[in-house]
C-alpha cells in the first residue's frame, strides 16, 4: 500500500511564497516522484511541473521562472517552491508518484491567493 501526504497550502496574498510537500510511505521500494499538477475550479486538473529520473525538470510555462520542483530519494518526498504567486495559481494541487506500473496521486492541498 501506498500513502501519500500532502502539506503546506495555503492562502497567500499575490507575490507571495509557500512551499508544497509530499511524502509518500508504505510497503514501497524503489517508488518515484513524478511531478506535480494543479485543478482549478472549472477547469481539466493540468501539469506544473515534473521532474525525470535523471533528476531533469520541465515546467508549465505559466510557472517557469516562479516555481522550483525538486525531491528527496531518500525521504521518499517531493517538493514544490512557488514564488511570486498570482491570483491565477489558485487552485487544488496534487502530487504524483509512480510504482510498481501505476500512478499514485496526493489527497490535493489548497493554494489560494489573493489580489
Known amino acids: 500500500q501506498v500513502q501519500l501526504v500532502e502539506s503546506g497550502g495555503g492562502l497567500v496574498q499575490a507575490g507571495g511564497s509557500l512551499r508544497l510537500s509530499c511524502a509518500a510511505s508504505?510497503?514501497?521500494?524503489?517508488?518515484?516522484?513524478k511531478g506535480w499538477y494543479r485543478q482549478a475550479p472549472g477547469k481539466q486538473r493540468e501539469m506544473v511541473a515534473g521532474?525525470?529520473?535523471?533528476?531533469?525538470?520541465n515546467y508549465a510555462d505559466s510557472v517557469k521562472g516562479r516555481f522550483t520542483i525538486s525531491r528527496d530519494n531518500a525521504k521518499n518526498t517531493g517538493y514544490l517552491q512557488m514564488n511570486s504567486l498570482k491570483p491565477e495559481d489558485t487552485a487544488v494541487y496534487y502530487c504524483?508518484?509512480?510504482?510498481?506500473?501505476?500512478?499514485?496521486w496526493g489527497q490535493g492541498t489548497q493554494v489560494t491567493v489573493s489580489s
Open positions: 504524483k508518484f509512480h510504482w510498481a506500473g501505476r500512478d499514485y
Open positions: 508504505g510497503s514501497i521500494f524503489s517508488i518515484s516522484f
Open positions: 521532474i525525470s529520473s535523471d533528476g531533469s525538470t
